[in-house]
């Protein structure tokens, strides 16, 4: 049985990996030819295929993981919905070249309470680990700076690694999931969320058990129409993404 952890209000949690900002307004419209523009009767419009690339709607890329990781964690750790967002607004994480990680920060709120504190989470591709320091580039984030610095616990298809709290970064509970297919998960927990508040939220109650719960799920993944797979030159899809975020964090966000 695990233990509700009640977070007194550490300090600010460590940065992750890519904190990607908003993009600014989107391409102009494109005027299609009267030929091309009216479908047949009969006929259904397909709609726009799914991307991992920034755009002026969603300017952070990978939105169908960022949603599956939220909706995720709602399940595990939040199922009445009263403490996470309803949206993801940023998105944390890279790539090792031909294996993406993809993360986001997650708000964690008390209605009619002060403070908000962070809930981290972010899935990696299978084969994300064989990269050089790949496991330690993850799980860092996590409070695992390596495998011998946590506790390890046999997952149903892996290793769960538990991380002891960490007062200087405020992180108040850390877990790693490995899976055989060399993909990780990760969750951190921290009561200030030092991106949009000064005020710690005065206690996240998420469980161990909750928590493993969570980075155990066998349907959390990156989205497959985001995959690497998908991709001719999976490691320039990482590189052309991860440029195309950043120059819209310099742009600032969209009006």
């Not at 960490?166 to 990780?184: F, H, K, N, Q």
């Not at 719960?213 to 899809?237: C, G, K, N």
Request: hydrophobic share 40%; charged share 20%.
């Amino acid at each position: 049985m695990g233990v509700a952890l009640l977070l007194p209000g550490f300090g600010p949690a460590a940065p992750g990996e890519l904190d990607v900002a908003g993009a600014g307004d989107g391409p102009a419209a494109v005027e299609v030819p009267a030929e091309t523009a009216t479908a047949p009767p009969d006929s259904e419009v397909p709609s726009a295929e799914p991307t991992d690339v920034p755009t002026s709607d969603d300017p952070f890329g990978f939105p169908l993981t960022r949603q599956l990781l939220l909706d995720t964690a709602v399940e595990h750790l939040d199922p009445a919905h009263e403490h996470l967002p309803a949206e993801t607004s940023n998105r944390q994480g890279g790539g090792n070249g031909t294996a993406a990680s993809v993360g986001t920060k997650l708000g964690w709120t008390i209605p009619g309470a002060d403070g908000e504190g962070m809930v981290q989470v972010a899935v990696t591709e299978a084969g994300y680990v064989e990269g050089e320091y790949a496991f330690e580039s993850f799980a860092g984030t996590f409070g695992c700076v390596s495998r011998e610095v946590c506790t390890e616990q046999p997952g149903p298809d892996g290793t769960v690694y538990v991380a002891e709290a960490d007062a200087e970064t405020g992180m108040a509970l850390g877990i790693v999931y490995e899976r055989a297919d060399g993909s990780l998960v990760g969750i951190a927990v921290n009561a200030l969320f030092g991106n949009n508040s000064v005020t710690p939220v005065s206690n996240v109650d998420i469980t161990v058990d909750q928590a493993i719960a969570f980075v155990t799920d066998p349907d959390l993944q990156v989205a497959p129409p985001e995959a690497a797979d998908d991709y001719e030159d999976p490691a320039q899809r990482i590189i052309d993404e991860a440029v195309t975020a950043t120059e819209g964090a310099a742009a600032g966000p969209a009006e």
